[in-house]
């Protein structure tokens, strides 16, 4: 993306704006949970991005650990589902034992 926006001088504030408009899933529910006036920087958003989805990626879930996650009080219907979405996909085999 970064190249991307570079390729068309896009700077500052603008690429950050651009970027919003290329997220949905995870990535938009993610941002839209930043704290107003938290990001004072397109290099902040970008290694605040990486960081969070990077250790995401990196955690290896088991079935045990899908299995055992339950709907928080506070959590609606829907983020629940998001959450738990999100935990299946980082399980490995959890794909091949739907099938």
Same mark, same amino acid.
């Given at each position: 993306? #970064?190249?991307?926006?570079?390729?068309?001088?896009?700077?500052?504030? $603008?690429? *950050?704006?651009?970027?919003?408009?290329?997220?949905?899933?995870?990535?938009?529910?993610?941002?839209?949970?930043?704290? #107003?006036?938290?990001? #004072?920087?397109?290099?902040?958003? *970008? *290694? #605040?991005?990486?960081?969070?989805?990077?250790?995401?990626?990196?955690?290896?879930?088991?079935?045990?650990?899908?299995?055992?996650?339950? /709907?928080?009080?506070?959590?609606?219907?829907?983020?629940? %589902?998001?959450?738990?979405?999100?935990?299946? $996909? /980082? %399980? /490995?085999?959890?794909?091949?034992?739907?099938?």
């Amino acid at each position: 993306m #970064d190249t991307i926006l570079d390729y068309h001088r896009a700077r500052g504030t $603008v690429k *950050c704006k651009l970027f919003v408009l290329t997220l949905k899933g995870a990535a938009m529910t993610w941002f839209k949970g930043l704290l #107003d006036n938290s990001i #004072d920087s397109w290099g902040e958003l *970008c *290694c #605040d991005f990486t960081s969070h989805f990077t250790a995401r990626r990196k955690r290896l879930n088991t079935m045990e650990a899908l299995n055992a996650i339950v /709907q928080d009080e506070k959590e609606t219907l829907m983020e629940y %589902v998001e959450h738990f979405t999100r935990e299946g $996909v /980082q %399980v /490995q085999g959890a794909h091949d034992r739907l099938k």
